[in-house]
């Protein structure tokens, strides 16, 4: 069964810091890159960070220097870790599998599958 479980958010001050986690069901993770998603209120969804299954990562650059993305294929787990927390980075947070990935999970479920999500609030 395909499954992605976020999570980790909450409510920080700006300047601090997040670890998000996610755990996704083995088919997945053991073939496809993975990645971050968010979406703030308002705006459409948007790539933040992702990793190939070698362990390349690219950042969007609003979060270069700030997010880094990490993969634990032991535990088929992708992290998120941010610091220097700013209120635009304010969204819910879904990790999914990289497009061909999506693709593959949309033939198994029939839709465009994405976990519950996690908030994050970066608010003093």
């Known amino acids: 069964q395909v499954q992605l479980v976020e999570s980790g958010g909450g409510l920080v001050q700006p300047g601090g810091s997040l670890r998000l986690s996610c755990a996704a069901s083995g088919r997945i993770f053991s073939r496809y890159g993975m990645a971050w998603y968010r979406q703030a209120p308002g705006k459409e969804r948007e790539l933040v960070a992702s990793i190939d299954i070698r362990g390349a990562t690219n950042y969007i650059d609003s979060v270069k220097g700030r997010f880094t993305i990490s993969r634990d294929n032991a535990e088929n787990t992708v992290y998120l870790q941010m610091i220097s927390l700013k209120p635009e980075d304010t969204a819910v947070y879904y990790c999914?599998?990289?497009?061909?990935?999506?693709?593959?999970?949309?033939?198994?479920?029939?839709?465009?599958?994405w976990g519950q999500g996690t908030q994050v609030t970066v608010s003093s």
């Open positions: 999914n599998a990289d497009y061909m990935g999506r693709r593959f999970i949309a033939t198994l479920k029939g839709f465009d599958y």
